[in-house]
Structure formats: structure tokens, C-alpha cells
């Protein structure tokens, strides 16, 4: 619709046309700080949660848990903690990281298998033996705990702002299927809609409604953990773009085009869905293949097979 350039007027609004103004502020404000966009990484912070809950939650989100090379770079995570959440010191050194040595004892690596030997351990680390295998951040660096038994602080480190897709709404205009996830307060999340729509958590249940029209269009069915990226139940209880009221199946999903949406909102590249070979890590993938129509992928392979001959 519109872009920051240096035409005051805009590209899309004539800024200088006559405006009826019905209870609003009138102020001014300069160009580059209306285009302005925050740069750096910003942080979502969920105090006392478990391992799982913490895998789920960023990854879900589209990024992962934090990683420490250096005691600065582990510094810097706590001043950012302390400056956002001071009341709260759970999670001001004391965050799950994403790597385990679950596989192999002493082998640690990344959820995507990638192994890792220069790990910033705290002194005396790891002393686990084998039934610690998740490691966490400290303040004097990295230990091993037990991954079952113990709640942390999750961090989520964003590098850039996440653009989420609400699918199987069977909305036509996109700006009714993007939403931003953002966090205003500890521990919680809001995911608002480039149009009129929100996803949000009201009286501990997630909803999804219109704030133009003040309307509830659907709640959210209960499940562990409790949040709304990937695959969810969903009641209807206004009618969407010709949907009657009742139970849908909804995916909010964080994968970028060209991905396929694991049900647990993770993401992989789309020619592995259906390959015969499980890589979503709840399977998902291989799900349902019957419902998918292969002939077209074939013809483009013959053509492009066709061409280099």
C-alpha cells in the first residue's frame, strides 16, 4: 500500500487533503522517526518452564533458545533481562539453552544434530554424569541439569521481527492471515494482525478476534502447552468468509515460503513433506500424503530432466 520515502504526503494518502477529526491528538512527526524500525535483537522472556515447554516455545516462534560463546555475550543476556524485568529474577541468570547429550553421553549437540566442543562451561562443569543431559546458563557460565525434574527461565532471541501466517481461515486478503507476534509483559504474547484480527490471551483462554468490530471470532481448545503456533483446535463462533460456527483445525505457523509447517510449528523445506522419511520431529509430515496430488511435481521434473539432456 504505502512505503517510508521522502515524500511528506505519502503514496498512498494525501496527508494535506481536508480531514474531519472526531476526538483525536494532532501532532507532528518528523519523517525518520515515523519510518524508523527497531534494529538489533529483542527478547522474549518465559520464566519457569521446562525443558519441552522451552524447546516448544521458540522454536515455535520461528528462532531458539540462547546460545552463550563468550561471558560478555552471557552478560549482555542478563543486563537485558535485568533493565526489561527487574521484579523478576528467575530470569535474570538462569536460562535453558538447546543443547543436550541426550543422544550420546558427553556428545552435546543442537536440536538439528550439530555438534558443539567449545561450550562455555562454569567451573566444575559438567558434573552430571549420566542423568543430567540439558545444559543451562548461568552466571558463571554453562552447566548441565537434569532435563525432567527442573524449571528455567526461556529466552527467545529474535534478529529480526517474525512474520506468523494464520492458515485454514480461508481468508483471500493476506493482511488477514499476517500477524506479528509481540510481548509486552513478561511471559505473555500478543500476535497482532496487519489488518483487524488479534490472537491473544483473555481470561487464560486464546482467542482470536476482531478489534475493529469488537467481535470474538474463535477460542481456542486446551492442549499442553497452552499456546496457539502450530496445529490447534479452534471453535468457531462468528462465521469466516462463509465457515459456519463450530470446530476448526487452524495452524499459526512462523515457516517462510517454499516451508512446511510441522504441527508443532517447526519448520522444513517443502520437498521433504511426504518423501518418505521423517522430518518433522512429531512425524507430521508424512501425514496424510493420500490428500496430495504429486502429478504436478512429476511433470515439472520430467521437463527439467528434459532440458539438461
Known amino acids: ?123 566444575y562443569e559438567p558434573n552430571g554424569l549420566r542423568y543430567e543431559n540439558c545444559a543451562a546458563l548461568y552466571r558463571y557460565g554453562v552447566v548441565d541439569i537434569n532435563c525432567d525434574v527442573q524449571i528455567r527461565c526461556a529466552v527467545c532471541t529474535f534478529y529480526k521481527q517474525q512474520r506468523f501466517s494464520l492458515l485454514g481461515i480461508c481468508e483471500r486478503e493476506l493482511r488477514n492471515v499476517y500477524f506479528v507476534a509481540y510481548q509486552r509483559n513478561i511471559s505473555e504474547l500478543l500476535f497482532i494482525g496487519y489488518g483487524e484480527y488479534h490472537i491473544m490471551l483473555e481470561d487464560m483462554t486464546w482467542v482470536w478476534i476482531d478489534v475493529v468490530n469488537n467481535v470474538t471470532i474463535a477460542r481456542m481448545e486446551e492442549v499442553d502447552p497452552y499456546f496457539p503456533m502450530g496445529k490447534r483446535w479452534w471453535n468457531l463462533e462468528q462465521e469466516v468468509c462463509g465457515q459456519k460456527r463450530g470446530r476448526r483445525q487452524l495452524m499459526l505457523s512462523p515457516c517462510p515460503p517454499e516451508h512446511f509447517t510441522c504441527d508443532d510449528a517447526t519448520c522444513i523445506p517443502i520437498y521433504q513433506r511426504c518423501d518418505l522419511k521423517y522430518d518433522c520431529r512429531d512425524n507430521s509430515d508424512e501425514y496424510e500424503c493420500q490428500l496430495i496430488d504429486f502429478s504436478q511435481v512429476r511433470k515439472t521434473k520430467k521437463r527439467n530432466a528434459s532440458k539438461c539432456s
Open 1 to 123: 500500500m504505502s512505503r517510508c520515502e521522502t515524500d511528506p504526503q505519502g503514496s498512498y494518502i494525501s496527508w494535506n487533503a481536508g480531514w474531519t477529526l472526531k476526538a483525536v491528538s494532532t501532532y507532528d512527526l518528523p519523517l525518520q522517526q515515523f519510518c524508523q524500525q527497531k534494529i538489533g535483537k529483542t527478547y522474549f522472556f518465559f520464566p519457569s518452564v521446562p525443558d519441552k515447554t522451552a524447546h516448544y516455545i521458540c522454536q515455535a516462534l520461528g528462532t531458539e533458545l540462547p546460545w552463550a560463546r563468550s561471558m560478555e555475550e552471557l552478560h549482555t543476556l542478563e543486563n537485558v533481562s535485568v533493565a526489561s524485568y527487574p521484579n523478576h529474577d528467575n530470569c535474570h541468570a538462569n536460562y535453558w539453552m538447546s543443547l543436550t547429550d541426550i543422544a550420546q553421553e558427553n556428545v552435546w549437540s543442537f536440536p538439528n544434530g550439530t555438534l558443539v566442543d567449545d561450550i562455555l562451561w562454569a567451573p
